[in-house]
């Protein structure tokens, strides 16, 4: 099972990030999938996540600001991230729960600057 996480990357205040998470060893379509994400010195915390009828739910911080998708014919799960803060500076992972498993991502980096 792969998880590839990309698009992460310095932005300054109120901008945006797309993030993309590619699949690979998985029934992508059957899996649970969800972002979490690591700020320094913190505990990993859950952003969101996405059923695989594609239900979103949001931790409340970024309601109305975060966006998650999914398409399963590419295997992909993407997190749209507008008017960005610098409180969302993080590692961000992408997870999969699939049959009883989860699997983790490697991380990608975002950087909001004030």
């Known amino acids: 099972v792969q998880l590839q996480a990309s698009g992460g990357g310095l932005v300054q205040a109120g901008g945006s990030l797309r993030l993309s998470c590619v699949a690979s060893?998985?029934?992508?379509?059957?899996?649970?999938m969800a972002w979490y994400r690591q700020a320094p010195g913190k505990q990993r915390e859950w952003v969101a996540d996405?059923?695989?009828?594609?239900?979103?739910e949001y931790r409340d911080s970024v309601k109305g600001r975060f966006t998650i998708s999914r398409d399963n014919a590419k295997s992909t799960m993407s997190l749209q991230m507008n008017s960005l803060k610098p409180e969302d500076t993080a590692v961000y992972y992408c997870?999969?729960?699939?049959?009883?498993?989860?699997?983790w991502g490697q991380g990608t980096q975002v950087t909001v600057s004030s």
């Open positions: 997870k999969a729960r699939y049959s009883g498993f989860e699997h």
């Open positions: 060893g998985i029934v992508f379509e059957s899996s649970f």
């Open positions: 996405i059923t695989s009828g594609s239900i979103p």
